[in-house]
């Protein structure tokens, strides 16, 4: 299990959401309430967009709560749009390159959650990545494959469509090698302008994901809190799993759904529904019987 | 919060104890359940006794569940004697100098518990150090200060009258200083020959700590296990918390109280009453005033 | 550029070779006289056969020279085979899972040198992996990959033969990419009681690689070094670089060429062709061709 | 042997200064060209003023050629003042409370070069460290010993003198203990507005430190660089080891003395004298015989 956190809106220093905010996601990384595991100690990833194209991302494998240099970054550097993810390994190691964000030029990307039975379908998902992209992938995670897939698919032009092939083809590739409940997770994608969320499961309910309520919703239920006072109609985050002190401020993103949040804070809702990969596009491993 | 474990009998090999004992002390790194805090992911330690004179250490500041290099050394090294301790810091950096266990020539050292208000004792703590050992205190940890100051007054002649007086000590500046519960915690020692294991705390329930029972108890309450049928007489395990699946094999040390193992598994129980230190040995910061 | 060596001999601590040695491997990883590069900062390994089927590895990120676990179990541990490598990272990140050796079973393998243009080969170096082997390629070294493809041409059958049919698929693949030089280095591989080694370039001359000679001959050389008194018959060294105090004990491995290491330190030379793989193993890439 | 460079003068992204600068601080920790050792692999650390009172540090034990973080901060931030540090160390461990620069409150501190003998000399100047500060010191190094020694002596209303003082100290403390060429090197200094920066060794030559000169002497040596086109007389840089594309325009500060580069590029020299320290500050150890 892991657990990620996504802010799009004013800039504010990444403090603020990392660290000052009760049950923020560092504490989670140590005291998760909503997963399995309470512990999510296996490396953190904060990826921020500033100046320049690409956004920057910053990846160690310390656990987030005793990372000396995570605080330095975080007091230091303000950001009106960034994604932190602190993870809990199951099955890869511990290495930076195993530690989301991960990015393709301006895109970021992130997951809690797994692709089942990773060693027996890896190798047909590996095949299906572009070639061009193939070298791309640096580490051994499940996220990684999934990321470079939908950047095959189309990720840069059409976000949920994209992870909807994706998710299709991960979940046909398994069906040929008898790996039941394919995939399982919440997904986070980000260009820069606009954050892209993701809440889906193969099988059973998926890993919890919340987005912000409107900030009049928010404030009618906080009058007198200066946290939310700060806070516009710009400000929107997505969350694993909610902040402890704002009980209602937060809305669950229903399972199989997704959502977009734009510039000015929108958000708009999209159902997600995998579909098999476009014409044209191969499933490996499929040659010979399809 | 930190666990430890210390074996004493024949030699085995050490993965035994660290992950293939339910419960053991890997395990308690993710899920400790007689402490405050269940995590204890700020870095980990092993000594053992091998050939040479002087005992191996290996320290690592990546959490025990997922140092690859911890399991390899867990599965080719055998021992007749190792101390390993799982860390959760407050306050002092993980860093490798901060790792239990701490060496001295052929003697080990670990430590669950605190001195309280560190910052203020530790200068005049420092100075009490044995000279000639000052510069050999490299981390930051209020452990390493213990056990030199241990040194200091006589350890390696009298380990629980040395750290009687230690302890005392360390009360007496705390007092000066206006600290209050100047001690808590378990502490173990060995010279690679004993083990030494005390529980103290100034104030309120001293951290807890465990030694196995003879083995003719333990065989009696687990008449088919075929890990307990290989254990002889010569076997000891003392433990911050008992391991998960031999409930009754275990026997709690008194609060202020300490233990000593010798070979063959022998097992003698002292008390344990910090006194002033001896004359002659200066309390620091007392000069103008006592 | 990288640096290795590997023992077979009598059982002798591990830091014997690794620190007491003048210009031992450690000392090479600072200051390699005989490559482009005098510095090995970027990994280390260490990978040694003792009790139990498979080999130990203990791989880690810190420069050799400053990794204070390294001279822990270099100290503490014995060994009759055992082989170690320093890495200088070319393109690949520095993280365990890129150090050498890399294992399968009782197989260790190390490499000193590079598959040219790696980016471009990766993808079908991959694809001609035993499907079975696909998942254990963990990191993203040339190293690991020249490995598996050894693997699946029968390196556990024969070392040499499979390394040469690796060698000759490489090359295919690279001219198909229109990649020049494709195969570049020294190569070392060890099943627990043999060592092999291999020098060879595609283009140009290969990176250096040393035996040292019958210990007669050295100790003609050296009649009254205590080192080399105590040295036997049974004792072999390969090294990518000769230590600095034994100049003329140390026989030039010919480019083109490997050796076989057995009991007793019986050093056979042989030829080493690469050679197109065998009929029924597929060139990736050359599907519409062959 | 260590190198360190410092930039006062307009915001420019940091990586500028150590990526894209020929023999730039990141090369020199592979290949210091000026000093006894050409590789300064043992950790890095960056420190840099930008918004808030308190400058950012980041450290890292991972050698600034292979550190992926530093690649991402250096690209992600500008900043007007920063100080950075590439470390050899020379005894103490690897670890980030080692790595320069250290900080307190707004100021940052460098150094090149050592305390002869610490081991021997470390307690006396621990307790002439204001008592307030002893638990500030976290790591091992001679350095950060050196900088609370100067932030006792007055740093923060006089850094050249506070130094001078603190020079006399050590060598007042090194003379009592027999100890010969106390302190060697050069020292950094910045409270965010200013930097001084100082070349002294007690004997022998001290570590080489240089400036750059003046903008319009450096753009009539490169009128066609597009680099120096964007430099103005606003810029200064102060290093140990000039870069490697610019030779004439750096001016070497002699030793003994002293600099401070202040707002709009402004330098001035100082003579450095270590002094005794001021009456009422005593010499540790001097007590009983002075």
Same mark, same amino acid.
């Given at each position: 299990?892991?657990?990620?956190?996504?802010?799009?809106?004013?800039?504010?220093?990444?403090?603020?959401?990392?660290?000052?905010?009760?049950?923020?996601?560092?504490?989670?990384?140590?005291?998760?309430?909503?997963?399995?595991?309470?512990?999510?100690?296996?490396?953190?990833?904060?990826?921020?967009?500033?100046?320049?194209?690409?956004?920057?991302?910053?990846?160690?494998?310390?656990?987030?709560?005793?990372?000396?240099?995570?605080?330095?970054?975080?007091?230091?550097?303000?950001?009106?749009?960034?994604?932190?993810?602190?993870?809990?390994?199951?099955?890869?190691?511990?290495?930076?390159?195993?530690?989301?964000?991960?990015?393709?030029?301006?895109?970021?990307?992130?997951?809690?959650?797994?692709?089942?039975?990773?060693?027996?379908?890896?190798?047909?998902?590996?095949?299906?990545?572009?070639?061009?992209?193939?070298?791309? /992938? @640096? &580490? #051994?995670?499940?996220?990684?494959?999934?990321? !470079? +897939?939908?950047?095959?698919?189309?990720?840069? $032009?059409? %976000?949920?469509?994209?992870?909807?092939?994706?998710?299709?083809?991960?979940?046909?590739?398994?069906?040929?090698?008898?790996?039941?409940?394919? /995939? @399982? &997770? #919440?997904?986070?994608?980000?260009?820069?302008? !606009? +954050?892209?969320?993701?809440?889906?499961?193969? $099988?059973? %309910?998926?890993?919890?994901?919340?987005?912000?309520?409107?900030?009049?919703?928010?404030?009618?239920?906080?009058?007198?809190?200066?946290?939310?006072?700060?806070?516009?109609?710009?400000?929107?985050?997505?969350?694993?799993?909610?902040?402890?002190?704002?009980?209602?401020?937060?809305?669950?993103?229903?399972?199989?759904?997704?959502?977009?949040?734009?510039?000015?804070?929108?958000?708009?809702?999209?159902?997600?529904?995998?579909?098999?990969?476009?014409?044209?596009?191969?499933?490996?491993?499929?040659?010979?019987?399809?």
């Amino acid at each position: 299990m892991c657990r990620w956190m996504a802010w799009l809106g004013q800039p504010v220093p990444i403090e603020e959401l990392l660290f000052n905010t009760p049950h923020g996601i560092v504490d989670q990384a140590l005291h998760a309430r909503m997963g399995a595991e309470p512990t999510n100690g296996d490396g953190f990833g904060l990826g921020w967009y500033g100046h320049g194209e690409i956004p920057a991302v910053y990846r160690s494998v310390a656990p987030a709560w005793s990372d000396a240099n995570l605080r330095e970054i975080a007091a230091h550097v303000d950001s009106p749009l960034f994604i932190t993810h602190v993870r809990a390994a199951i099955g890869s190691p511990v290495q930076q390159t195993n530690c989301h964000p991960f990015r393709h030029g301006r895109w970021l990307f992130v997951h809690n959650g797994y692709l089942a039975e990773l060693a027996q379908v890896r190798r047909d998902l590996m095949l299906a990545i572009d070639p061009e992209l193939f070298a791309d /992938v @640096q &580490g #051994s995670t499940d996220t990684e494959v999934v990321f !470079h +897939l939908a950047l095959t698919l189309g990720l840069e $032009e059409d %976000p949920i469509g994209a992870l909807e092939r994706t998710v299709g083809l991960v979940e046909a590739v398994a069906t040929r090698h008898g790996v039941e409940g394919a /995939v @399982q &997770g #919440s997904f986070g994608v980000s260009d820069g302008e !606009h +954050l892209w969320a993701v809440r889906y499961a193969t $099988e059973g %309910p998926a890993r919890s994901l919340f987005a912000s309520a409107d900030i009049e919703s928010v404030r009618r239920l906080y009058p007198e809190n200066p946290r939310i006072a700060e806070l516009t109609n710009d400000d929107r985050v997505i969350v694993s799993e909610p902040f402890a002190d704002l009980p209602g401020a937060w809305h669950e993103i229903p399972q199989s759904s997704a959502v977009t949040v734009g510039q000015g804070g929108k958000l708009e809702h999209h159902p997600f529904t995998p579909r098999p990969p476009a014409v044209g596009i191969s499933v490996p491993g499929a040659g010979a019987t399809a």
